[in-house]
């Protein structure tokens, strides 16, 4: 079918808005309320009004379908009128600090005011006057800053199927807040930041964690090093040159932070690839001694916390490994002080992540001191002037956690664990690797659940992969079903896995996330080795350390447990 867009004739597909019909032709509208890849909103915002021809009033087109012969003018002198308008009401009430907000320069009703001609707060209204809720230690909500356009609500329902937040109160005072609760700490929230990455002002923002990391980089007394979760690289290649592979830029990564006074900078993919041998082995051993199955992965914090505060009865089905920044810290604080001279200082150990839930984790488990996101690393470039896209020198990751393999580097996408899982599984089952391409199609892709089965040897292995909260929460039940016979399942709570994560840059959409999967499937096809146990450091740290898989070392540095944090059970 065909639609007019000011004049122009452009197809449309069934189903599609005006909106989203319009973003495709290139027509920009403004819109606050709505996005591109999660249910259509209830319309609250009304920026993103048209005029249609047969209607006398002016027509949200983020909720008008596309009809054949339909005709809209998107940007007439009274569209813009009512969107003038309506920003300037939005202005009126809110507060007037942009020069101290965490959103700075990043904040989208200060870009759309500015692109809509509001130059100053031409009416003063009643402001709000809400408490700050800086109890997480992941989120932090400013319901003040908030312009009720119902994204985080939208996300947090309807993506992430969590339902932590919700629109409470009337009138002027309708705030987003946890349902009857004093905070997101002890509120349903599980922390996975969805509701950060797609809020449009500084309404909930990731606890900003820059000062305390350069805070320690300030202390004489401490070595300050550096952690870097795979996702990141993958994110920061966007912009830059296309020549430039997963390596190079955390290369370059690496050369930063040190410039910034980092003493050393360690791969998180490293501890990807311990996490996935140690994993695998977990798996036999429920499989052969029949412990609990299915084994769910944990190396998704928010999905931890989604058990332990929505389903605690799921606890044993959880593996005890930790997560890779968690082996990572604990490895990093075990043996970095034996190899180095720290002359009495303290060891500060700071993660890069491209998630919220990691800042919990952090504080929840030894190891790791600051958590900051890919956004916060924006902010730290910013403290200590250092314009990262010009700067192309390289530094290597510091031994002894510098070397990952294709499979751990897979770990940052949504069947990347499972897809590497499979990979040392099979060797562990049958006593032989996969024979040739070890690529595990069936768990790539972005459907929100893919159920396989894997021949090993004499065995078949049951798997699945759940690509988000969202996902999981429908089919829970079939996958926990005996007659589905499933051994092991993979469960990312983020739509595309870490590099959809909720510490991404603001303006992640799918496309993004398509194009940052691509590339972990490129450095994958590249790289030398491509199984978790082939990585000789992981090798050598079993020699050196660990002795074997499920050791008391590895389960003293590599393993944890879990607790019953279902909201009633928190003492406030
Ligand atoms: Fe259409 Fe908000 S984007 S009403």
Known sequence: MKISINGKKVEAKQGETVLQVAKR?????????????????????RLCVVEADGSSRLLTSCTLEA?????????????????????ELLVASHPQDCLSCVRGGHCELSTLAADLGVRKARYVGAVKHHPVDISSPALWRDPDKCVLCGRCVTVCHDVQGVGAIDFTGRGFKTRVAPGFSPGLNVSE???????????????IVE???????????????????????????????????????????LERLAAALKRVGFDAVFDTGFAADLTIVEEASELLDRVRNGGVLPMFTSCSPAWVNYV???????????????????????LIREIYPKRTDLDGRRLVVVSVMPCTAKKFEAQDLDGVDHVLTTRELDHLWGRFGVDFGTCTEQAPPDPPFAETTGAGRLFAGSGGVMEAAVRTAHLLVAGSELEGDPKVAEARGREGVRRFTVTAGEAELNLAVVNGLGRLTETLDELLDPQTSLHFVEV??????CVGGGGQPYDTDVQAVKE?????????????????????????????LLGRPLSEASHRLLHRTYTDRRPHSVQV
């Open 308 to 330: 332990e505060t929505h389903r605690p009865d799921l606890i044993p089905h959880l593996s005890t490994c930790k997560s890779p920044q968690q082996m990572a810290g604990a």
């Open 189 to 203: 929230c599980v922390f996975c930041g969805q509701c950060a990455r797609v809020c449009p002002t500084g309404a």
């Open 516 to 544: 940052r999967l691509e590339r972990l499937y490129e450095v994958d096809r590249r790289s030398r080795t491509r199984r978790a146990h082939e990585n000789a450091g992981v090798q050598a740290l079993y020699e050196d």
């Open 492 to 497: 990312m709570s983020c739509p595309g896995g």
């Open 67 to 87: 009809a054949d012969g339909l005709a809209v003018q998107t940007h007439t002198p009274r569209v813009l009128k009512a969107r003038r308008a309506i920003m």
């Open 25 to 45: 032709s290139g027509v920009d509208v403004p819109h606050l309320c709505s996005l591109d890849w999660a249910p259509s909103p209830a319309a609250s915002c």
């Open 207 to 249: 606890r900003d964690q820059v000062d305390d990391v350069v805070a320690a980089l300030a202390d004489p007394d401490a070595v300050v090093v550096a952690q870097v979760a795979p996702a990141v690289p993958a994110t920061l290649m966007e912009g830059h040159s296309k020549s430039e592979g997963v390596r190079v830029m």
